[in-house]
């Protein structure tokens, strides 16, 4: 199983940044693409942003175009989302899980998400 731990939410005024951190826990994540997904209460999951396994990819939905950015360091076996100008509307649990490609089929589990609360 390729499982994967979030981490980074919080509470955060409208206009702060969050940066949160997926992590592999268990295998090596040079494989895999990553993808970020998020859930706000009463919604569906929805797609929020994906990365190739080497990085060269990158994709975001257009809710967050020019606001979050994602990138990956091997090294650390960890993806990033760093998400500036966040508003109300970002408010969700976030997760992540590894991926065949971007856009592609989803190999792992979810982790057990990160809470991102947005408010003043």
């Known amino acids: 199983q390729l499982h994967v731990v979030e981490s980074g939410g919080g509470l955060v005024q409208p206009g702060g940044s969050l940066r949160l951190s997926c992590v592999a826990s268990?295998?090596?994540?040079?494989?895999?693409?990553i993808g970020w997904f998020r859930q706000a209460p009463g919604k569906e999951r929805e797609g929020v942003s994906c990365i190739s396994a080497r990085g060269g990819t990158t994709n975001y939905a257009d809710s967050v175009k020019g606001r979050f950015t994602i990138s990956r360091d091997n090294g650390k076996n960890t993806v990033y989302l760093r998400m500036n100008s966040l508003n109300p509307e970002d408010t969700a649990v976030y997760y992540c899980?590894?991926?065949?490609?971007?856009?592609?089929?989803?190999?792992?589990?979810w982790g057990q998400g990160t809470q991102v609360t947005v408010s003043s």
């Open positions: 268990g295998f090596t994540l040079d494989y895999y693409a």
């Open positions: 899980a590894a991926y065949s490609s971007c856009p592609g089929l989803r190999l792992g589990s």
